[in-house]
């Protein structure tokens, strides 16, 4: 007895379109554009993903103003004044590295309410060589 290859054709025409789905997310991307504070007044109104040094913060996250800090290029040069509200992660402070999501809007970049996530410095940092 024969079977109908109905099954193979339907399970390969969903192969086939998750496929082309995924291509089609990798290469035209749904995703934001990630840039320094250098770049970010090249996107200004735009919502993008800022990657930056945290060098002077103030304020309290959950109240009305805001917590205000300012980004800068990790490597120095250029930097941007921040608001962010809602939850600060517990690695935030001074020199650390971090992402936010937003928009740069008046001069200044308004994050997207908890947005605000750090990069954790040894896990981006060349491994170490052994003299074993």
Known sequence: MRRSPAR???ALSVAAALAV???YTSIAGAG???ILPSKVHQYAGQDVTLVGTVVATRGDAHSNAGMRF????PNGGASVPVVYHGTVPDLYKV???VVVNGALR???F???QG???TKCPSKYAPAKKSNT
């Open 115 to 117: 947005s605000l996530s």
């Open 32 to 34: 934001t554009p990630q």
């Open 70 to 73: 300012v980004m800068r290029d």
């Open 21 to 23: 789905f995924i291509l």
């Open 8 to 10: 193979l054709v339907i």
């Open 110 to 112: 308004v994050a997207e």
């Open 106 to 108: 008046g001069g200044r």
């Open 95 to 97: 020199g650390r590295t």
